[in-house]
C-alpha cells in the first residue's frame, strides 16, 4: 500500500520568502513521486516529477524538491516567494504495479503575503 | 491537441436523479481515471481503466459506475445522486510518469 502525508495544510510566507511545502510517503517499492499546483478554479497542473533518475528534481516556476529515501520525504521548495505562488500543492505517490494509480496527499494551500 | 477535456463543467441535481460525465482525451492514452475532490481530502480514486473495455474500482467506488468504450472516452454515471456525491471530479489519463487532467466539473447534488 501507498500513502502521502502533507505536513500543513495552510502555510503562509512572505513575498520573496523561501517556500517550503513538506511531503512524507509511505511506500513497499520504490516510489514515483509528484508535485501538483492547483490554481482557484482550475485543474491540476504538474509542477514536477521523480521517477528514480537524479534525486534533485527541477520543475516549473523555479520549483525543485528532493527525493530522500532516508527520510521517506519528497518537500518541495522554492527560494523566492512570488504572489503569483499563491495556490494549493498536492503531493502524490504512484509505484509500478499499481496500474500507475495516483494517491494524493490532502493538499497545502500557500498564501503569499505582501 | 486538446490534452483531457470534461463536459459538463457545472451541474446541479436533485437526490435520486441520474447524470452521466463525460472525459475525453486525445493523447492515445492507455490509462484513464476519473477522482473526486472533497475539501481537506485530497484526490480520491473513483474509478479507472487500463484500455479500452476495461475498469476497475478505486478507492471510493460506492455510488458510481463507469464505461470505457471507446479508447478516447471515459463515462462517469450516477444512477441516483446522493448529497454526499456534492463533489469537484477530475478525470486524468497518461502512463506511471505523468497524468494529465481535466479541467473538472462541479457538481451539486441538493
Known amino acids: 500500500a501507498q500513502s502521502v502525508t502533507q505536513l500543513g495544510s495552510h502555510v503562509s510566507v512572505s513575498e520573496g520568502a523561501l517556500v517550503l511545502l513538506r511531503c512524507n510517503y509511505s511506500s513497499s517499492v520504490p516510489p514515483y513521486l509528484f508535485w501538483y499546483v492547483q490554481y482557484p478554479n482550475q485543474g491540476l497542473q504538474l509542477l514536477l516529477k521523480y521517477t528514480s533518475a537524479a534525486t534533485l528534481v527541477k520543475g516549473i516556476n523555479g520549483f525543485e524538491a528532493e527525493f530522500k529515501k532516508s527520510e521517506t520525504s519528497f518537500h518541495l521548495t522554492k527560494p523566492s516567494a512570488h504572489m503569483s505562488d499563491a495556490a494549493e500543492y498536492f503531493c502524490?505517490?504512484?509505484?509500478?504495479?499499481?496500474?500507475?494509480?495516483?494517491?494524493f496527499g490532502t493538499g497545502t494551500r500557500l498564501q503569499v503575503t505582501l | 491537441n486538446a490534452g483531457v477535456t470534461q463536459t459538463p463543467k457545472f451541474r446541479v441535481l436533485k437526490t435520486g436523479q441520474s447524470m452521466t460525465l463525460l472525459c475525453a482525451q486525445d493523447?492515445?492514452?492507455?490509462?484513464m481515471y476519473w477522482y473526486r475532490q472533497d475539501p481537506g481530502m485530497g484526490l480520491r480514486l473513483i474509478h479507472y481503466?487500463?484500455?479500452?473495455?476495461?475498469?476497475a474500482k478505486g478507492e471510493v467506488p460506492d455510488g458510481y459506475n463507469v464505461s470505457r468504450l471507446k479508447k478516447q472516452n471515459f463515462l462517469l454515471g450516477l444512477e441516483s445522486a446522493a448529497p454526499s456525491q456534492t463533489s469537484v471530479y477530475f478525470c486524468a489519463s497518461g502512463p506511471y510518469n505523468e497524468q494529465f487532467f481535466g479541467p473538472g466539473t462541479r457538481l451539486t447534488v441538493l
Open positions: 493523447m492515445n492514452h492507455e490509462y
Open positions: 502524490a505517490v504512484t509505484t509500478t504495479g499499481t496500474a500507475s494509480k495516483l494517491t
Open positions: 481503466s487500463v484500455g479500452e473495455g476495461t475498469t
